[in-house]
């Protein structure tokens, strides 16, 4: 029986959701369209286990807000895609991603930047053009950017998607299928998307010294991937022990906590200048 009490606490629940929600909407889009300065982009490193060098690293985004405190990416990229203005978070992205690239080259620093992009981004045509004509006018090849993306969202609009893929592989950038294994991951996707790199989802990566299950599913992912002529990143790598597991299993890539955890690009700098493997 649904009682008095119970409707009460429920709907309490739900207004207060309904509330952040719309807290987040207001606060991001003031935010966009006239920034105070809340967003920031980190960077985490991506170790190459065959050379042994970190030549790649991965932008995340991090938003430090007054009313809100700290908001976490994995709540505020899904409600700005639910509200259909990612587009912009992803616009400011690839501004401030460029920008640090830059900066980066001129301290002699060399890796590929992974942007996270969602399927309203490849959806949009003018994603591209845009990002080719500011590389163009930084005089940066398209080689220093990547870009990441949760196979879960292409799959409503697969033929076009695919189609948008391509053009962008065409142009010079890498494509990543982020987080596979978890979602609506399918093996039929993997045939299907244009990509050239796979990562692993953390969830099989985290425990990967003590489990068993997960060292059976990533050995058979890698060699999963190898058969599509992708390479592999394992993400959430928290030791050493599962970095030395994924370097014998042939895996390409590590990135984790035991690497370096996601950081400020000037504390990148430094990281990257001492860092030896
Ligand atoms: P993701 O792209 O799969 O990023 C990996 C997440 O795992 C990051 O969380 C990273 O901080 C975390 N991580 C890395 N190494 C470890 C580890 O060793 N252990 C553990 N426990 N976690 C680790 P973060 O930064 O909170 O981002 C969460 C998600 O938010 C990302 O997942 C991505 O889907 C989304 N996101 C972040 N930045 C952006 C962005 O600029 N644009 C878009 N569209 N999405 C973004
Ligand atoms: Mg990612
Ligand atoms: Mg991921
Ligand atoms: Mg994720």
């Known amino acids: 029986?649904?009682?008095?009490?119970?409707?009460?606490?429920?709907?309490?629940?739900?207004?207060?959701k309904y509330t952040r929600r719309l807290s987040i909407i207001t606060e991001l889009k003031k935010e966009l369209s006239n920034t105070k300065g809340e967003l920031a982009l980190f960077y985490q490193p991506k170790l190459n286990l065959v050379h042994k060098k970190v030549t790649a690293v991965e932008a995340l985004i991090r938003w430090n807000n007054a009313e809100l405190g700290f908001v976490s990416p994995e709540?505020?990229?899904?409600?700005?895609?639910?509200?259909?203005?990612?587009?912009?978070?992803?616009?400011?992205?690839?501004?401030?991603?460029i920008q640090d690239i830059q900066s980066f080259r001129a301290q002699g620093i060399d890796?590929?930047?992974?942007i996270n992009i969602s399927a309203q981004d490849v959806m949009n045509a003018e994603l591209l053009p845009t990002i080719l004509s500011l590389l163009n006018a930084y005089d940066l090849p398209p080689s220093v950017l990547s870009f990441e993306m949760t196979e879960g969202h292409l799959v409503k609009n697969l033929s076009e998607a695919v189609q948008q893929l391509t053009i962008m592989r065409d142009?010079?950038?890498?494509?990543?299928?982020?987080?596979?294994?978890?979602?609506?991951?399918?093996?039929?996707?993997?045939?299907?998307?244009p990509a050239d790199i796979l990562k692993i989802d953390k969830s099989f990566v985290l425990k990967l010294d003590e489990q068993v299950s997960d060292q059976n599913i990533v050995q058979s992912v890698v060699l999963l991937a190898h058969?599509?002529?992708?390479?592999i990143v394992a993400e959430g790598v928290e030791n050493q022990n599962s970095l030395e597991l994924l370097d014998d299993y042939g895996c390409e890539w590590a990135q984790g906590y035991h690497i370096c955890r996601p950081i400020?690009?000037?504390s990148f700098v430094k990281w990257f200048k001492e860092y030896k493997y």
């Open 111 to 114: 890796v590929t930047v992974a």
């Open 171 to 193: 142009a010079g950038f890498k494509i990543a299928i982020d987080d596979f294994g978890t979602g609506y991951s399918s093996l039929s996707y993997l045939s299907q998307l």
């Open 227 to 231: 058969q599509f002529g992708m390479e």
């Open 1 to 16: 029986q649904i009682t008095r009490q119970f409707i009460l606490h429920f709907s309490a629940g739900l207004e207060e």
């Open 264 to 266: 400020d690009a000037a």
């Open 75 to 97: 709540d505020f990229i899904a409600v700005a895609e639910h509200a259909g203005f990612i587009g912009e978070i992803t616009a400011w992205v690839y501004h401030q991603a």
